[in-house]
């Protein structure tokens, strides 16, 4: 069967408006239970209890998507199986950890029965489900309500719309927890040290800079005549210049400095090139993050950022050339 391209498009841009509609309906009713759950995931991290996520079907795979995302975030979690759990597994569960149970109908038999378990090991229970008025909603002390209108299936059986808002409910949660604990790039780049994210976020200053024969370096007494010869063979846009004493920075040429250096008049390459340097030019260490540098070139509008060592002296240089081919940009 060939399937017709305008019928192809037009139902699946239908299913994508009603799970985006589930979303929005979920934002906004966003409201005081949110920021009760909110603060009692907060006071459990900072006491060092963990976050559990438990459910049954489709939603066990929200909630095990959610578990990842709070553990990468810093915030002890675990999926606890619902079926598993009456059969050995709650041997992962402390007193005063938080368990949020996923639900959509609230009615689910399996997650029902966790409920007066979990509460005897003095965990705090969170209903995550659609329905406010539902059992699970009743015998929980928190509720976190997502909001669904109708589902994208056209049988009105396969959950869509409801694992779409749940999840984006949950992401959302664990956002306003990630900004509330104060979580760094260092924090985030801990949490993932292996494949391309951490190797982006792990990238340091000394890994990706310029040097030896790649950072032209001159006393600040130079002619501008030299100082470009000197930027030419290294093939930078840049010239770090020092004091021609003691080797600390004093400033930077850069080609937009060459350039207009040649307003000044014709005999302008003969002139010191410490008449058209950028003074105080902005720095970093080998030891900052790729992504501190990125930020610095994004802030300052600057083109090259020159690395130095504790005394001040250039080591290195900072292209902005360079960071799309590293792919921290």
């Known amino acids: 069967m060939t399937l017709d391209s305008t019928f192809v498009l037009r139902r699946a841009r239908q299913a994508l408006r009603i799970e985006q509609e589930a979303i929005e309906a979920t934002r906004q009713a966003l409201g005081a239970d949110f920021v009760a759950v909110t603060r009692a995931l907060h006071e459990a991290v900072a006491a060092g209890r963990k976050i559990i996520f438990t459910g049954v079907g489709k939603s066990a795979h929200i909630a095990q998507k959610l578990a990842g995302t709070f553990n990468s975030t810093g915030a002890s979690s675990c999926f606890l199986d619902a079926t598993q759990a009456l059969h050995g597994d709650l041997g992962m569960v402390a007193e005063g950890d938080l368990a949020l149970i996923l639900s959509n109908s609230g009615q689910t038999d399996e997650v029902l029965k966790l409920v007066p378990v979990l509460r005897r090991f003095g965990v705090k229970l969170v209903a995550f489900t659609a329905k406010p008025d539902?059992?699970?909603?009743?015998?929980?002390?928190?509720?976190?309500?997502?909001?669904?209108?109708k589902e994208a299936c056209p049988l009105a059986l396969a959950p869509t719309a409801s694992t779409t808002a749940a999840l984006a409910l949950g992401d959302a949660l664990a956002m306003v927890l990630l900004e509330a604990r104060g979580l760094t790039r260092d924090d985030f780049a801990r949490f993932h040290p292996a494949g391309n994210l951490g190797r982006v976020l792990l990238l340091k200053v000394g890994d990706i800079m310029r040097a030896g024969d790649r950072l032209p370096v001159?006393?600040?007494?130079?002619?501008?005549?030299?100082?470009?010869?000197?930027?030419?063979?290294?093939?930078?846009?840049?010239?770090?210049?020092?004091?021609?004493?003691?080797?600390?920075?004093?400033?930077?040429?850069?080609?937009?400095?060459?350039?207009?250096?040649?307003?000044?008049?014709?005999?302008f390459l003969q002139k010191t090139v410490s008449t058209f340097m950028t003074r105080t030019p902005k720095t970093i260490s080998t030891d900052a993050l790729g992504v501190e540098a990125l930020r610095m070139f994004e802030a300052h509008k600057i083109d090259d950022l020159i690395v130095v060592d504790a005394k001040g002296k250039p080591v290195g240089l900072v292209d902005g050339q360079d960071l799309p081919k590293l792919k921290i940009v």
Do not use: W
């Open 134 to 149: 539902s059992d699970l909603a009743h015998g929980c002390e928190l509720r976190l309500i997502y909001v669904v209108p």
């Open 218 to 267: 001159a006393p600040d007494s130079i002619t501008l005549q030299d100082a470009i010869l000197r930027m030419t063979k290294a093939r930078s846009g840049s010239i770090a210049l020092v004091h021609p004493k003691n080797g600390k920075l004093t400033g930077i040429l850069t080609d937009g400095d060459f350039r207009r250096s040649a307003l000044t008049g014709p005999d």
